[in-house]
């Protein structure tokens, strides 16, 4: 669970009892056959926006929020204040800072809607593939460590908002007395860049939580992995983080088991005449508790007793007269 969000928003959305993955038969074959499923590179996401739009409104807040100070700061101070902020957070968008330069996102998203059209369009190669109902009470069990996140997703502008006055006002203040001395009325720029860059930052790690409201029919709710290079290197005076724990330390196979689950190296695929990113989270131990639904697209031509077959070579009915995994064909009457 994000902890900024948690803690300024008291957010702790109910979790349904099934949450759903719309794909495509050659994606839904993979993820039965191999016990996985796959979080890729959020660069590459349909969404333009995608981990930055918390930021959107981003100036018109810091304009709110250094008014409410009054005359606390000059208004020389307040500028550089503004300026400085924008300059950082323009950073991490454009992968300019070190933090973000070296630093990959993955996601994985899941619908609270199991019979959605515009879902069945964009994800369910055009209403042709399947709807997969994963039990959601396990998929939350691999928000495992400070690098996972598990949330529903927020699409209010208006929460967006409230969660960075929330996030900001006290702590900007903070950050700015804790760089001036109060003697002389000089302030410490270097320090206030620091402070405010934390600040920044811990924001900027929360992304993944805030989409554009376009999407909110999609009632979305993901896993997500944050990545970046632990490593650090000093060339030519400068420092700059590494990328080297992509390839042996963050995906390393001394780091992969995951509780109940397993964590694969990087992998890479073509998508779009382009490489995209992904790594797996095995599910092979809990297989058999970890899908409670397969709804059919409008188009799929799949056979059930060729879907029931499938299911029980693999292991997650005992045989074809199970009802373990309910098999449901869409109520969309979509040509």
């Known amino acids: 669970m994000p902890v900024l969000t948690s803690e300024y928003l008291k957010y702790n959305p109910k979790l349904p009892r099934i949450l759903y993955h719309y794909c495509s038969i050659d994606a839904f074959l993979s993820i039965i056959q191999n016990k996985c499923i796959w979080l890729s590179d959020a660069d590459t996401t349909n969404d333009t926006t995608e981990l930055n739009y918390i930021f959107d409104n981003f100036s018109n807040v810091i304009d709110e929020t250094l008014k409410n100070y009054g005359n606390r700061y000059s208004n020389e101070l307040k500028n550089i204040i503004k300026k400085m902020s924008i300059e950082i957070i323009n950073n991490l968008i454009s992968k300019k800072a070190p933090i973000s330069k070296f630093s990959k996102n993955f996601l994985c998203c899941f619908s609270e809607s199991k019979d959605l059209l515009s879902q069945w369009r964009a994800y369910g190669n055009d209403g042709k593939g399947v709807a997969i109902g994963f039990n959601?009470?396990?998929?939350?069990?691999?928000?495992?460590?400070?690098?996972?996140?598990?949330?529903?997703?927020i699409y209010s502008q208006k929460i967006i908002h409230s969660f960075l006055h929330a996030a900001l006002d006290d702590r900007f203040m903070w950050a700015i007395d804790s760089s001036i001395n109060h003697k002389t009325g000089d302030f410490d720029q270097i320090e206030l860049i620091s402070q405010i860059g934390m600040i920044l930052i811990s924001i900027w790690q929360e992304g993944f939580v805030f989409k554009h409201s376009s999407f909110s029919e999609e009632k979305e709710w993901r896993i997500y992995k944050n990545t970046k290079s632990t490593n650090y290197s000093v060339e030519d005076g400068i420092d700059a983080y590494g990328y080297a724990g992509f390839l042996d330390g963050i995906f390393s196979n001394n780091d992969k088991y995951m509780g109940r689950f397993t964590r694969s190296q990087l992998k890479y695929r073509s998508t779009n005449d382009n490489i995209r990113l992904y790594f797996e989270i095995g599910f092979e131990s809990c297989r058999e508790k970890m899908i409670k639904q397969i709804i059919l697209g409008p188009k799929c031509r799949i056979n059930i007793l060729d879907l029931k077959l499938l299911l029980t070579q693999n292991k997650y009915i005992d045989n074809i007269e199970s009802k373990e995994i309910e098999i449901i064909k869409t109520n969309s009457p979509y040509i």
Not at 137 to 147: A, R, W, Y
């Open 136 to 153: 959601s009470s396990l998929l939350s069990q691999i928000d495992c460590d400070e690098t996972y996140g598990f949330t529903k997703v």
